[in-house]
């Protein structure tokens, strides 16, 4: 089971939840001279990843990754590169090594193999990975009728490229077995629709169906889900 931290306030959560990446990143340069995390794009992350830029970290020991990508230029609106330059990565944090999944093929197909290429030189496993969840339960991009899900949940690569079925452009994704591939799995569920759909992944039943459960049903990766109204 996940261990749940509950919050009435979503801005509450997020500080909680930059405090304590804070801690498991120092703990990590303690023991290991590194500490590595991949980041979710989309709304949830942008006040945790602000309120995480202010932290007092030996930034340069700090390498930062994508958990998932638009196949957008780094500043296009969509981006999640660009929500990581302009929320974590600025004052002393702008130290931090970054290690997009965006690069300059046509598309996220003929881009793979690079991308997978760039996070091959990471050291694994990750120290954590930050996911977020759709109310569809997708996480990262590996959404649910996606024709690529399969291979995203089987593949033995780090990542997969991605058309969402309803979503604007394709996606660069983490694989399963690269989110599993870490030390800490933590996760943000804000909000009522998003937590019935949480709860319903707990309970148990196909990957295929809601893809979170990669995350939620297994045993050999700690995860903490940070919880607000
Ligand atoms: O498409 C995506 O959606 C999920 C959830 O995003 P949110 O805006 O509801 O927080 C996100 O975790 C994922 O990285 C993103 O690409």
Redesign the pocket.
Known sequence: MPTEHLFVDGALAAADMARRIAVVLGDAIAARGVATIAL??????RPVLEALSGAALEWDKVVVTL??E?WVAADHADS?ERLVRETLLQGAAAKARFVGMKNDAADAYAGQAACETALAELPWPLDIVL?????DG????LFPEAKELAEGLSTHALTVAVT?PA?PHQ?MSLSARAILKSRHIFL?I?GAA?KAVYDRALAGGPVEELPIRVALCQHGVSVEVWISE
């Open positions: 979710s794009g989309g709304r949830s992350p958990v998932d638009r999640n996911l977020g969840m759709g109310e997708h996480t990262a991009s969402p979503a996606r943000q804000g998003k």
